[in-house]
């Protein structure tokens, strides 16, 4: 499966609004779980692997074209690694993830 680009309907949006399209590849299983791992340093494929626990190696696969193909991670001689893009994309998630925890709280 492509990834998602702006301009070309994804789910929510039928327009291909940006914002709409982050959240389309994001939203695909394990993309945050690589990314947030990612965060911590760079990985090599079976290193990953075991910090996602329970991912598959197909899932993994896929997840780190799609996301080398979108710029936010990247493949060097110590594994992948976020992009600059990349690390700019979580210090923004970052507050979301903080503010999602309170609000888990509030819904109990």
């Given at each position: 499966m492509p990834i998602p680009k702006p301009g070309s309907p994804v789910r929510g949006s039928k327009t291909g609004a940006p914002i709409m399209v982050l959240f389309d590849l994001l939203g695909r299983r394990w993309a945050m779980g690589?990314?947030?791992?990612?965060?911590?340093?760079?990985?090599?494929?079976?290193?990953?692997?075991?910090?996602?626990?329970?991912?598959?190696?197909?899932i993994l696969s896929t997840r780190l074209k799609e996301l080398t193909e979108a710029h936010i991670i990247e493949r060097t001689l110590d594994g992948y690694r976020l992009t600059d893009e990349g690390h700019e994309l979580f210090v923004l998630l970052k507050p979301l993830g903080d503010w999602s925890k309170k609000w888990a709280k509030s819904i109990k």
């Open positions: 690589i990314i947030w791992n990612l965060n911590k340093g760079p990985a090599p494929f079976q290193v990953l692997k075991a910090k996602c626990e329970t991912i598959s190696p197909t």
